[in-house]
């Protein structure tokens, strides 16, 4: 089904009106629109966004549907890390099943299109890869998944990765991971020479985890510019967390911000609410492309997050010290268009010629319905509907 | 009805159990409890936690039930405080609707008490403390509600507001507030001379917001304890948001942790995402009292907040980086005996002889229905059930 009618929508909060998807694209958006033998869809007179993005998650970690993980591990990043790669076993959490849990919860809650890092690593090898690969195939056509290999264990301090990074890209990746160059791998030349030279090789963009805080996080983040020139990347790199841009040296961040502008690199936020992140406004005020996402949702890491962008705006948004209407509208932008940006996906929006992926969402204004936060009365991918009152409405298999 | 059997409750997450309650207080928790006569509910092996207590909010500012506010204020604390002085009369706000919708949505979602600040100034004079007296007596047996008279506007800046507060205690105010004594009255010593005066001369306590951040506000806070010292106020006074308390300085902060001990001073937290905040284990760690809460609900200052302290646990929690089932379990301690204990409550735990305040909440462990959020499946005040699946049985009248 990728004709469809739908009555009586009100595109980002705008007057209501038809609109007709023809082929899985808005072929016109009027009031009484007939097209005699489309499917017909009634919004009731609810909100139209773009489809929203889940623009930084692990769909291979996720915990959802089963026992309940106690996690006694604490907050050090290395210890969870290595408690992760052990309880994967333990606990025989399958990357299919788990993956398609995760994100199927993710349609039904208003997403069109997913970035998810996946772990390799020496002890699981592509196993955990070839599960979400299972995913991505299963769910085509009702979520858009695009894949990082990632180096969750390290890649310099465990050898053996990089040739299994290689192997991921060769197997359906499409961008290559990084993580921490200083704090986690110990070893800032040879992570970023290794991920960029891998990156080169395949012709693929890099999206890199940089929880770094203040200094090691800005000298880690010059590297990184320092490489995405040389390689001619511009505009193939995005940053996930970058909690250094948080720091509070104004003029430091302003030259950093300047210098990833110039390099088009994109910033991906969780807005997690115990770090400095990075602002907001700031961000796009330099004319970077920015995302959100939910981060992992219910794993050995953290039982706080969910499978929900709009959830996820509220936590950006409070983060940011947002309030005002005009700027509920700005954080669910960066939910929504400011994702479908980083990760390249063209036609995102609700004009004529766009791809039909939407959100149905209740509430008079856009603001209410941010701050409302759903659930999404409607998730429609290439037309096709596939959620409805925030579930999915394939199954799980 | 004070008397009631409830069966297959688990208290805290422990086993099973039944507990029988006999003039709204706990009698006896046993397995098989036989009472003839006793209305029996059944728990359905739901854990049972202390009643949620929320411990710093402001029932007289919401709109909920209203039309959707359009918020272009901004973020400016003077901007925002001036803006809702006005809007109060613009939009009709009903003090005494307004907060029994407030104080029964906290009830559907599990809380049997309440510390509400209620807006006092020379515009409105005692007109929104009537409102919200009111409902504390329509909801009498259903939620306790102790009310701070809240200089919102300034005290020393807006000459009149003393007269107005000393009436609000004789009117029915349990506690006398207070505002940023340097950030907004711009007078430390003449704030904090009327607000202790006024305190001392009612026998009453104090509960003062403190926003200022670092070493402004650790120089209020120096303020505060050198009177609540010489007026022998030790015990009576509770310090809200504390925000210089999350200031880096690891020694200044000790040093005022320190002094906040040796005169028992309590600190309520919101958790403010955006802010620097009192880290929750430091504080318990140095035997402070500690409560939470969610702050103004869909008001003019905020849309984010919602009247539900297990949504508040999440937010305290995900700001403090707490991840592991024993610190879920902590923070929710916190929205519970922790603000009863600031509010000086007798009686607030599940043993036997304790006051029958108690809410059901779905889970197979504490920590998971804490990440879980609810809804609540049922409150229970006095032996009596005031709410069931996140609602509360009261109409809003």
Redo the contacts between chains.
């Keep these: 089904m990728t004709d469809l009618l739908i009555r009586n929508l009100r595109p980002l909060g705008a007057s209501a009106t038809d609109m007709l998807i023809r082929d899985g694209r808005i072929a016109e958006l009027a009031s009484g629109i007939n097209a005699s033998g489309v499917p017909v869809e009634e919004a009731g007179g609810a909100i139209a966004i773009p489809g929203l993005v889940e623009a930084h998650t692990h769909l291979d970690k996720t915990v959802m549907g089963m026992e309940?993980y106690?996690?006694?591990?604490?907050?050090d990043l290395r210890a969870m890390i290595d408690n992760e790669r052990r309880a994967r076993r333990q606990l025989g959490l399958d990357p299919a099943r788990q993956s398609m849990r995760h994100a199927l919860a993710l349609v039904g809650n208003g997403t069109t299109h997913i970035r998810s890092h996946v772990d390799v690593d020496i002890v699981n090898g592509l196993s955990v890869l070839e599960g979400v690969l299972d995913t991505r195939e299963a769910l085509r056509g009702i979520v858009e998944i695009e894949i990082v290999a990632f180096p969750q264990s390290g890649l310099m301090i465990r050898p053996g990765t990089l040739e299994l990074l290689d192997q991921a890209m060769v197997a359906g990746a499409d961008l290559v991971g990084g993580l921490d160059p200083c704090g986690i791998d110990r070893d800032p030349k040879g992570h970023l020479d290794a991920i960029f030279g891998l990156a080169d090789k395949h012709g693929r963009g890099i999206d890199i985890h940089l929880h770094e805080p203040g200094e090691m996080g800005a000298f880690s983040l010059e590297l990184i510019l320092e490489r995405t020139a040389v390689l001619g990347m511009k505009g193939q790199v995005a940053i996930s967390h970058a909690f250094c841009l948080g720091m509070p040296d104004w003029t430091r961040v302003e030259g950093l911000l300047s210098e990833l502008a110039e390099q088009d690199v994109a910033i991906l936020t969780t807005?997690a609410?115990?770090?400095e992140v990075p602002a907001v406004k700031r961000v796009l005020g330099v004319g970077l492309r920015m995302g959100a996402g939910c981060d992992g949702v219910?794993d050995t890491?953290?039982?706080?997050n969910r499978p929900d962008m709009l959830d996820r705006a509220?936590?950006v948004?409070?983060?940011?010290?947002?309030?005002?209407?005009?700027d509920?509208a700005l954080v669910l932008a960066v939910c929504s268009t400011g994702g479908a940006a980083v990760m390249g996906v063209a036609g995102h929006g609700l004009e004529p010629g766009c791809n039909a992926d939407l959100a149905l969402i209740p509430?008079?204004?856009l603001?209410?319905a941010?701050?409302t936060g759903g659930p999404v009365l409607m998730t429609v991918k290439g037309g096709r509907v596939t959620g409805r009152d925030g579930k999915p409405l394939r199954e799980v298999s």
């Design positions: 309940w106690e996690n006694a591990v604490g907050t807005g609410p115990s770090r219910l890491w953290n039982p706080w509220r936590i948004a409070q983060k940011n010290n947002m309030r005002a209407d005009a509920l509430g008079r204004t603001a209410e941010v701050a």
